[in-house]
C-alpha cells in the first residue's frame, strides 16, 4: 500500500508520526503507584489531521505485562500559529477535547471540554505535556478527578520502534 503524502499543515507535529513503546509510571491520591508499558502509534491519510492510538498494560516488578489497563484512540489536527486541537475517546465512556501549542518538539494541551457517560467515572480536567527529547517521547499527564484538584498521575519515555505504516493505520 502507498504511503500518502503528508498535509503540509502538520509539518509542526511531523515528528510524533509511527509507532512509539516504552514504560512509565503512574499514581494518583485515589490508587497505589504503578509501572505501566505502553503503545503510541501516530498516523495519517494525507488529510490535515494525525490519528492516534494509546494502549498500556499493568507490569510487575520484572517488567513483564500483568494485565491491560487504559486505551485511547482519537485524533490530532493541526492549526494556523502552531496551535493544536485533540480529540480523544475512551472506553470507559469518556470523550476529551484539547487545546494547545506545538513549540519546537514541545506540546503542551488542555481540556477544553470533557464528557462523561452516566458510568464513566467523574473526572473534570486533563494536561498532557509531550516532548521529543534525545531521539525519545517524553509525556506527562496531570488530572482532575474523583473530588481531586489537577495533579500528576502519569508519564513515560517512549522510543520509536517504527515508522508510520500505511497498514497501521
Not at 71 to 94: D, K, M, N, Q, Y
Not at 107 to 133: F, N
Amino acid at each position: 500500500m502507498d504511503v500518502p503524502e503528508m498535509h503540509s499543515d502538520l509539518e509542526p507535529i511531523a515528528f510524533l508520526l509511527g509507532r512509539w513503546e516504552g514504560a512509565g509510571v503512574g499514581g494518583y491520591p485515589t490508587i497505589d503507584s504503578f509501572n505501566f508499558g505502553q503503545e503510541i502509534v501516530f498516523g495519517h491519510n494525507g488529510k490535515p489531521f494525525l490519528t492516534y492510538t494509546s494502549r498500556t498494560w499493568l507490569l510487575d516488578e520484572a517488567g513483564a505485562r500483568v494485565r491491560p489497563l487504559a486505551v485511547e484512540t482519537g485524533f490530532w489536527r493541526a492549526l494556523p500559529e502552531r496551535r493544536l486541537e485533540v480529540c480523544l475517546s475512551h472506553p470507559t465512556g469518556i470523550v476529551e477535547i484539547y487545546h494547545g501549542e506545538v513549540v519546537f518538539h514541545k506540546i503542551e494541551l488542555r481540556t477544553d471540554v470533557v464528557a462523561r457517560t452516566s458510568t464513566a467515572k467523574e473526572y473534570t480536567a486533563g494536561h498532557r505535556l509531550y516532548g521529543l527529547v534525545n531521539g525519545n517521547l517524553m509525556w506527562a499527564y496531570d488530572m482532575a478527578a474523583e473530588g481531586q484538584p489537577l495533579q500528576s498521575h502519569l508519564s513515560a519515555e517512549l522510543r520509536k520502534v517504527g515508522d508510520f505504516a500505511p497498514e497501521a493505520y
